[in-house]
């Protein structure tokens, strides 16, 4: 049987504002989501869209107004199961006045690897990001990408069976970006999961298993990314030879595009019209030399469940 | 949990040493004490008193002043600067962390008052004031008063700014050294109403004087043991309400 390392039912979080704490910003509302072990899992949205709020309720940051989150069947204020989890949140603020070595080895300490292994697991997990040599500098040193670096060797430094991520490649030049995604990849190969928030759409492609697409704190999209985007193939791209553009035109058939490259057309049509092109085109002497799905992104997929939640304001709905 | 207790603690010690500030008030500490026989270069007859009079004063000061900076930025600087997402989300609990933060304060504050203690007596040995029974309580009554303006100090830092922390907390330092004239003032009023607010900020506010035995120290007055007792279960229970406070708000809070 799987077990589920977090699950989300009706989470909802209303934020209060203001010194009355009479205005109410809805931060997230009715969130149902379940994350099986080992699954990579992205939660794309927007910014305001209620990923980190997300995130917060989990890690114990921030109380749910209503709804339950279970990890690994608790509650995420339970402290111990807490144990099971490494987080990096977003833009992390390690103390400063430490060392990278210093502040890795207080949350060893903190996440309960035994004393004696508390130096030796700390460099290696710093040698993993590639910190080892600036281990003994002073927080304060670094750059953002070397921040970074530290909060994700924090983070598994106890060997946590998840892993909780918020907006970890934002702000980071290709060469952090890279980093953190061969990081996430090599955690998926040990067998940890890992929850990642983000905007950055190919990161999610290139590595979540499944991802849910968030927009003013509802959930619009949820599923297996490769099914995401076969399901919503809206058109077909055949390359036809042997007919001129009029003559394909005097079918009737509703084309959404028609581009002559040299004695080929390439022709963009919905499904359905394209299936009865075809015939067409075969009885008229034509030849089909390619046909293929129109190529979709995540990202048309993303830019199209914003325009149907039909919600263009940004960090949440103000009540 | 212990061994996180510790981690946070001497976490919070090592940040105090690392501080700019608290090492240049340390420094300032060493030069007033030092100064202090200077002078007394002004009085001829009451020499030892001064001397007493202006190196507990002047330690007292310096650490009261660091009390408030410490706690009262502490726990809203750790939120504003982000620093306490990837602690709090650690398997410890919102109390323990801040109980271990208040203990790290507590620990940098006795280390800097033994020094300091350790350095004025060696003052008074170099210059021949004799060290008293009295001498010594104030020194030791002093740390009763730093971890109750802590306490204030962490309760006030667990739900406002730095600014207003610290402000609340000079304010009830002073209003807590007064509060027993307040009482006085009161009780000589003809008016019920103003005699029963008097009573009641007397008992609600904290009593700082109990924890002053400068100006025992300086006559010579050995203050009972019982009156000893009472003052420190007195601080020790004040503090402890606080930070009960403190830790109950801390726990209800967002942190976004």
Redesign the interface.
């Known amino acids: 049987m799987t077990r589920n390392s977090l699950e989300l039912e009706g989470l909802s979080k209303t ?1 209060r504002l203001g010194f009355w704490l009479s205005r109410q910003v809805k931060a997230l509302e009715g969130l149902d989501l379940t994350i099986e072990q080992g699954q990579v899992y992205g939660l794309l949205g927007p910014n305001g869209a209620g990923k980190s709020t997300t995130i ?1 309720i989990v ?5 749910a107004t209503s709804g339950t989150a279970r990890l690994f069947g608790k509650p995420p204020t339970d ?5 099971q ?1 490494g ?3 977003e ?5 400063e ?2 060392t990278g070595r ?1 502040f890795v080895q ?2 060893a ?4 690897v035994p ?1 004696a292994e508390v130096a030796r697991r700390s460099m290696e997990v710093l040698e993993s990001v590639g910190m080892g040599r600036a281990a003994d500098l002073q927080i304060r040193r670094y750059s953002k990408g070397m921040i970074q670096r530290v ?1 994700l060797a ?1 983070a598994v430094v106890h060997r946590p069976p998840l892993l909780i991520l918020d907006e970890p490649t934002s702000g980071l030049d290709p060469v952090g970006r890279r980093m953190v995604r061969d990081f996430i990849l090599e955690e998926r190969k040990r067998g940890t999961t890992v929850l990642f928030c983000t905007h950055i759409i190919p990161d999610v492609e290139a590595l979540c298993d499944r991802v849910a697409v968030l927009v003013n704190g509802h959930r619009v999209r949820e599923g297996r990314v490769a099914d995401l985007l076969t399901a919503a193939v809206p058109q077909m791209e055949l390359v036809i030879e042997g007919l001129s553009a009029e003559r394909l035109r005097s079918f009737g058939r509703t084309l959404d595009d028609v581009q002559q490259l040299e004695a080929r057309l390439l022709v963009r049509a919905a499904d359905a019209e394209a299936q009865a092109l075809v015939a067409q085109v075969l009885q008229a002497g034509g030849r089909i030399s390619s046909m293929q799905p129109g190529k979709f992104t995540l990202e048309e997929l993303f830019l199209q469940a914003l325009s149907e939640a039909k919600h263009g304001t940004v960090g949440g709905e103000i009540l | 949990m212990i061994r996180s207790f510790w981690a946070i603690a001497f976490n919070g010690f090592r940040e105090a040493r690392r501080n700019r500030v608290t090492l240049v008030l340390a420094f300032f500490a060493g030069l007033l004490l030092l100064s202090a026989s200077l002078i007394t270069d002004i009085t001829i007859a009451t020499f030892d008193r001064v001397l007493i009079d202006i190196g507990l004063g002047g330690m007292s000061l310096i650490l009261v002043l660091l009390a408030i900076f410490l706690s009262s930025s502490l726990l809203s600087r750790e939120i504003e600067r982000r620093t306490i997402f990837m602690v709090v989300s650690k398997p410890v609990s919102r109390g323990m962390f801040l109980v271990a933060r208040l203990a790290g304060n507590m620990l940098t504050l006795t280390v800097l008052q033994v020094l300091m203690c350790a350095l004025l007596l060696l003052e008074f040995w170099s210059l021949r004031t004799p060290i008293t029974t009295p001498t010594l309580l104030a020194m030791g009554m002093l740390w009763f008063e730093l971890l109750l303006l802590s306490s204030l100090g962490f309760l006030m830092s667990s739900f406002a700014g730095s600014m207003t922390s610290a402000f609340v907390t000079v304010s009830m330092f002073f209003v807590g050294h007064l509060s027993g004239d307040i009482y006085q003032l009161a009780q000589r009023s003809k008016n019920v109403a103003l005699k029963m607010l008097g009573t009641t900020l007397y008992y609600v506010l904290p009593n700082l004087e109990r924890f002053n035995l400068r100006g025992q120290a300086s006559y010579g007055i050995v203050v009972p043991a019982r009156e000893l007792l009472s003052s420190a279960v007195y601080g020790l229970a004040y503090s402890a309400i606080l930070i009960w406070l403190a830790a109950l708000v801390f726990g209800r809070r967002d942190f976004r």
């Open positions: 934020y917060k890690m114990n940051l921030v109380r402290t111990e199961t807490r144990r989890v987080f990096v949140p833009n992390p603020a390690p103390y006045y430490l210093e207080l949350a300490h903190l996440g309960g004393r909060a924090q």
